[in-house]
């Protein structure tokens, strides 16, 4: 299985909405990542976590709130996001940080905040 | 400081040969990874250079040179469906004395009949 998965594929949330977005990998991969990527720009890294512990934070806005409940699962809390917050959202794993393996990247959570 | 180039847009023939070029400055090199991304879709990985030379994978293939800090993908025999934006993206190393891929803008590519 070298599949990562995101749900929901789709999120269209009010400013004032509180709403999670889910990752699942069973490779057992030790690092993911979260990416921000909007229209005809790369990706953009926020976060990574290495053995369920966050080690990168791109000075990304408190309203992004990460958490690795376990080595399976990456979640991303939004909370009074804004406009500007509309993007795909990517979610990445790799066996660790600091192997030579590529990323699998999953299908990404298209975020409309409206 | 980090910095990666490639062309912003490229078009091509089905059936043609078309080279994508990358160069890179990065703090640090662990690697050089070349990813196709079909627009609203995810990343998917095409091919990982860490030394100089060329890496070939059915169609694809992919060089490298430390020394000069550049890359490029070239794509053969080129179908409709190779329409996509390329990504090369860089492992370099973070402050924390990590790897970090630093991706470039993308090249989107158009493949015409």
């Known amino acids: 299985d070298t599949e990562v998965t995101q749900t929901p594929k789709h999120l269209v949330m009010g400013m004032t909405n509180k709403k999670s977005l889910k990752c699942e990998q069973h490779m057992g991969h030790r690092a993911m990542y979260w990416y921000k990527q909007k229209a005809k720009k790369p990706p953009e890294l926020m976060f990574v976590?290495?053995?369920?512990?966050?080690?990168i934070n791109e000075s990304v806005p408190s309203r992004f709130s990460p958490e690795c409940p376990n080595s399976s699962l990456l979640n991303l809390h939004l909370h009074a996001l804004q406009p500007e917050d509309s993007a795909l959202y990517l979610c990445a794993s790799s066996p660790d940080r600091t192997s030579g393996y590529e990323q699998y990247f999953g299908p990404g959570t298209r975020l409309t905040v409206t | 400081g980090q910095n990666i180039d490639q062309p912003t847009e490229m078009t091509a023939t089905e059936g043609a040969i078309v080279q994508i070029n990358c160069t890179y400055q990065t703090s640090g090199f662990n690697g050089l990874f070349w990813y196709q991304q079909h627009a609203g879709e995810a990343p998917t990985f095409l091919s990982y250079?860490?030394?100089?030379g060329l890496e070939e994978k059915g169609r694809f293939s992919s060089f490298l040179s430390r020394s000069k800090g550049y890359s490029y993908l070239l794509l053969k025999e080129l179908q409709m469906k190779d329409s996509a934006s390329y990504l090369c993206a860089v492992r370099g190393v973070d402050s924390g004395g990590y790897n970090k891929l630093i991706f470039g803008a993308g090249t989107r590519l158009a493949v015409h009949p």
């Open positions: 250079n860490v030394l100089d």
């Open positions: 976590y290495s053995y369920e512990k966050l080690s």
